[in-house]
């Protein structure tokens, strides 16, 4: 094989990442030199949707120029706590748990259907979305409200939905994390998370939604999971490593013939314990298509040299190189050959789309036990943390966010913001200061996990004032407050999460959502 065809082969079996917001010239160096033909965006990329239009725009013209072919261009734009794309511009819809607490399916498949249109109009072909995974563990720090909830039906009838308003938009969705990421109490993004279930409790839980999307044609690209499942893997891999889970299980026994992707390789829990490149190339063996390598293109360009090598050495199989390749090239026929749908870019955060995207907000808010006193009375203080990082992937616009002041400013009362994880001195000082007030409305944001924010209701309740909870992110939180409190799940604390309080505190709009998982 000429060293130029199989460097182009290579090349369509990376997505990278880069620095900046535009295209830099050795950008396009590397992506020409190196045949890199994938990529994904993140929020440091993006500033405007006329700037994401035209990096879009640009890229997609140097890649499809520099190999022949077009690329998938993809992004984690799940809704709710994980969006990438800047909601000064775009539309910022509810997350999976909001959605699945509405008890409307159909609500899944319009925020599909209208996530697509606005990702079209930027540019994008390929949403880094549904989230599949069944939210088993009340401690996992990295799923929660990103699951459809705690169900395996109720998660396939969800994710199933979305992804069929995904692919009615023209987006191609990718289903993750397999084999399934919900049973975890470690996050990926910073340690090497075991699992001991069982192949049988999978094939009764976990596996269920990739079973039914492949069976109804929605599924055509999974992403995998960084989790060893002690009791499945014989080597003691991660799954993302495994030939057993991504040939023998997901190829031949779930009959599964799409893209199977990587979850990015700069995680910790494969770049601590395996390394970037070697833990590419292991992928890749496994039986992976394409390997995520964000921010680090030399990563990217060491993975290309040293297949290369190795194919060329026969130490690797060429038959492994055009076996992917074929997958990848198959599936990016199926996509939208124009890069910008104009009359889409022009709904990107459109009123209309705003609109839509509150009322589901406001349909998901849900009231926990039987206290309805949820409206303050007197002299109100309202308590809030920021919204937290819980990836290294940072959403700037959601880590500003200040719900105390947003809805003291809204309500005509007094606010304060607290840590994640306020000291024993903090909690005093909070405490001391709530003695002055007839009403304290307290905002928690996983709770259940920074148990600090429990340590300070428990000061609280000493007060004997009126208390009102809400839990910002995971409901999982009330089940540790005072059940002769009124207790609200929003699902997430977003902008249009903080209206919907807004309006529930107001008297405005009367809770009618739906525990989607038990607590």
Known sequence: MKDEKLETM??????????????????????????????SIYAHNCTSKDQIRKL??????????????????????????????????????????????TNNPENAYIVGLLTAKEMRGAGFNTNCAPVVDINSSKINPVIGVRSYGDNSDQVSQYSLKMAKGLIKGNILPVFKHFPGHGGTSQDS???????????SELYETELIPYIKGIEAGYCHAIMTSHIIFTNIEPEGLPATLSKYFLTDLLRH??????????????????????????????????????????????????????VKEMVQSKELPVAVIEQAYERVTEEKEKLPDQIIDEKEYKEIGSEEHQITA??????????????????????????????FNQTNIKNPLLLELNASAIISDSINCDGVLIPIKPTEEEQEDITKKAKNYDTIVFCSYNASIFTQQIDLTKKLEKLNKKIIYIAMRNPYDLAFFSQDRARIATYEYTPHSIQSVIKVLKGDLTPKGKLCVKI
């Open 358 to 387: 509150q009322e589901i907000n406001d349909t998901s808010i849900t009231l926990y036990g039987d206290r309805t006193d949820y409206i303050p009375v007197g002299k109100t203080l309202v308590i809030t943390t920021n919204a």
């Open 56 to 101: 879009n725009t640009d890229l997609f013209g140097i890649i499809l120029e520099s190999t022949g072919h077009i690329p998938i261009i993809s992004v984690d734009q799940e809704g709710g706590m994980v969006t990438r794309l800047n909601d000064r511009y775009f539309t910022h819809f509810p997350g999976a748990m909001a959605i699945a607490a």
């Open 10 to 39: 290579i090349g369509q079996l990376v997505s990278i990442g880069f620095e900046g917001t535009d295209v830099s010239q050795n950008l396009v160096g590397l992506i020409k030199k190196y045949k890199f033909g994938n990529y």
């Open 253 to 306: 026994d779930l009959g599964f013939k799409g893209i199977v992707k990587t979850d990015d390789l700069l995680m910790e829990a494969i770049k601590k314990h395996y390394g970037i490149v070697d833990g590419a190339i292991s992928a890749l063996k496994a039986g992976a298509d394409i390997v995520s390598i964000s921010r680090d293109i030399n990563a990217a360009v060491s993975f290309v040299t040293k």
């Open 189 to 199: 993004h910073f340690d090497l998370p075991y699992v001991d279930k069982t192949l």
